[in-house]
């Protein structure tokens, strides 16, 4: 089933965004306040709504609610885009990403209940469109191939045991290069070794081909 977006601005961020979520068979929708825009968004063949942001009736009757993720977009304007996020909070979307012009902008977005925060180029864009498509929300960096690395929070099942007895590179295909662990204020950094013993709330930074991390993050997660 394809992935349903719902994006809140149709400026060059949202746009990136929206092209690279199409061109990966994700279900769009784009809504602007500009009447043009969202005509021009229309004839590039999305599917546009033009509409107030900071209205709850519209942002329903639109779709918003529908959507597995829910991105605000608008960046340069600081009053609209802390509107919409608050808006859509109080909507209870199920995922809400914001975008943030610079960190005290971000500080106020996560303030007011974004589940993710960013502070973006056009690169981020296509990244986090990849990241939408797949439903992983960990931090994913590229590497030479089809390689990534990213960082996944250890849920229980996987919690409690040894490493060595998880066989996680032939089970899953991965290698997890470094285990963080917090204990009290203190937050360390662990080689991997047979014996240690995962915890729960671990982060571990795990290399391998995209789709086998999808798959060991959900069910690290569990």
Known sequence: MAKRTFIVGGGR????????????GCEVVVADANAQRVQELAEDGFRAVELDCENADALRAAGALEADVVVVAVGE????SVLATLTLKELQVKHLIARAMDERHAAVLTRL????????????????????????FSIRMPLPGEYQMGETVLGAALAGRPLGELHLPSKYKINI????????????VIE???????????TLI?????????????????
Do not use: Q, W
Not at 13 to 24: D, I, M, N, P
Not at 77 to 80: A, D, I, P, Y
Not at 115 to 135: H, N, Q, S, T, W
């Open 77 to 80: 304007n600081m009053k609209g």
């Open 192 to 202: 991997p070794a047979p014996d240690l013993r995962l915890e729960r709330g671990d």
């Open 113 to 136: 209940g974004a589940d993710e925060v960013i502070v973006p180029g056009r690169d981020m864009a296509y990244r986090l469109a990849e990241r939408i498509r797949r439903d992983s």
């Open 177 to 188: 290069v470094l285990v963080c662990r917090s204990v009290g204020d203190e937050r360390r």
């Open 206 to 222: 795990v290399v391998g081909l995209a789709d086998r991390l999808d798959t060991f993050e959900k069910a690290a997660r569990e």
């Open 13 to 24: 961020f949202g746009s990136s965004l929206a092209t690279r979520l199409s061109e990966l």
